[in-house]
């Protein structure tokens, strides 16, 4: 299994904490470390200062301050950026990191942020979801001196040169969600990576259900599309350290059990085990304080550890 480390940046960090928490990961042995892309806090518990960093931005500076981890989105909304900016700004952190970029993309969902800094917030977003992953692919997928083009509801593209080339002959795409229809289709025609978040063991089960059965009718190999999950992660050696890291977060103890990764080492690396049975060959480990090395530290020599 892989295990990636995932931020939430908007909570308050700003890039030097960042920075020295991709750094630890990547000492660590994490094979990921991950993003948001979110332009205001989220939840009331915290003021969200100094305020947002920008996760492309964030993504290319560690693109060159890393060296072996994985690096992106979980996820980036399709309302933040045209996909045809969007494709030359992956290609080129791709191309920074050394072919190490990895892009979630979502619908979005967060309106509260689009109204406060002015980003159009249209009821409907999947169609847009849809035709940025097509130019997107379309794009990186062109062959060197051949053209682009894509006529869509949202999306007119004339003529592009398709440039420049990301370093990975296929960035993966991660597509998450847990839509009965639309998503799972979407995720076999375009993604290499489904990812079901924060949700328990049998609503996990009955998404990868649905992503396997679109995938064959789509006629990928098995296995060519990855499942992974993402959840928020409290852990402690102790029940008395468990709760005291998730008092800091403001957490709940029993939903941390119940639909994520919280509890004993005991607890989490049993829940770890049902998602790998499940078919996750790749878990996200959501991590609020970003200043607790420690917690880090635990989590890769008694929680990933013994999946290795």
């Not at 960093?53 to 301050?65: K, S």
């Given at each position: 299994?892989?295990?990636?480390?995932?931020?939430?940046?908007?909570?308050?960090?700003?890039?030097?904490?960042?920075?020295?928490?991709?750094?630890?990961?990547?000492?660590?042995?994490?094979?990921?470390?991950?993003r948001?892309?979110?332009?205001?806090?989220?939840g009331?518990?915290?003021?969200?200062l100094?305020?947002p960093?920008?996760?492309?931005?964030?993504?290319?500076?560690?693109?060159?301050?890393t060296?072996?981890?994985?690096?992106?989105t979980?996820?980036?909304?399709?309302?933040?950026?045209?996909?045809?900016?969007?494709a030359?700004?992956?290609?080129?952190?791709?191309?920074?990191?050394?072919?190490?970029?990895?892009?979630?993309?979502g619908?979005?969902?967060?309106a509260e942020?689009?109204?406060a800094?002015?980003?159009?917030?249209p009821?409907?977003?999947?169609?847009?979801?849809?035709?940025?992953?097509a130019?997107?692919?379309?794009?990186?997928?062109?062959?060197?001196?051949?053209?682009?083009?894509?006529?869509?509801?949202?999306?007119?593209?004339?003529?592009?040169?398709?440039?420049?080339?990301?370093?990975?002959?296929?960035?993966?795409?991660?597509?998450?969600?847990?839509?009965?229809?639309?998503?799972?289709?979407?995720?076999?025609?375009?993604?290499?990576?489904y990812?079901?978040?924060?949700?328990?063991?049998?609503?996990?089960?009955?998404?990868?259900?649905?992503?396997?059965?679109?995938?064959?009718?789509?006629?990928?190999?098995?296995?060519?599309?990855?499942?992974?999950?993402?959840?928020?992660?409290?852990?402690?050696?102790?029940e008395?350290?468990?709760?005291?890291?998730?008092?800091?977060i403001?957490?709940?103890?029993?939903?941390?059990?119940?639909?994520?990764?919280?509890?004993?080492?005991?607890?989490?690396?049993?829940?770890?085990?049902?998602?790998?049975?499940?078919?996750?060959?790749?878990?996200?480990?959501?991590?609020i304080?970003?200043?607790?090395?420690?917690?880090?530290?635990?989590?890769?020599?008694e929680?990933?550890?013994?999946?290795?």
């Open positions: 299994m892989e295990f990636c480390v995932f931020t939430e940046p908007q909570q308050g960090y700003e890039y030097e904490t960042l920075l020295a928490n991709a750094q630890a990961a990547e000492r660590l042995g994490f094979d990921g470390w991950f948001s892309d979110h332009y205001l806090r989220t009331s518990s915290v003021d969200g100094p305020g960093t920008d996760a492309w931005t964030t993504l290319a500076a560690l693109a060159r301050e060296s072996r981890v994985r690096l992106g979980l996820v980036s909304s399709v309302t933040f950026r045209h996909p045809g900016v969007l030359i700004q992956v290609a080129q952190v791709d191309r920074m990191s050394g072919g190490r970029i990895e892009l979630g993309l619908a979005g969902w967060y942020e689009h109204a800094y002015g980003i159009p917030f009821e409907k977003r999947f169609g847009l979801l849809e035709e940025q992953l130019v997107l692919t379309g794009l990186w997928g062109t062959p060197l001196g051949e053209r682009f083009d894509f006529a869509g509801t949202h999306y007119t593209l004339t003529d592009s040169p398709a440039l420049p080339k990301p370093a990975q002959q296929r960035v993966p795409v991660i597509i998450g969600g847990m839509g009965p229809k639309r998503t799972p289709e979407l995720a076999a025609r375009y993604a290499t990576e990812n079901a978040a924060f949700a328990r063991d049998e609503n996990i089960a009955a998404a990868f259900g649905r992503v396997r059965d679109a995938a064959e009718a789509a006629g990928r190999p098995d296995g060519d599309l990855r499942l992974s999950t993402a959840h928020t992660t409290v852990v402690g050696r102790t008395a350290e468990f709760l005291m890291r998730a008092e800091r403001g957490a709940d103890p029993e939903q941390l059990r119940r639909s994520n990764l919280g509890g004993t080492v005991a607890e989490v690396t049993d829940r770890i085990g049902r998602l790998r049975d499940l078919g996750a060959s790749r878990v996200y480990l959501q991590l304080d970003l200043e607790d090395e420690e917690h880090l530290e635990l989590l890769a020599s929680v990933v550890a013994p999946f290795r």
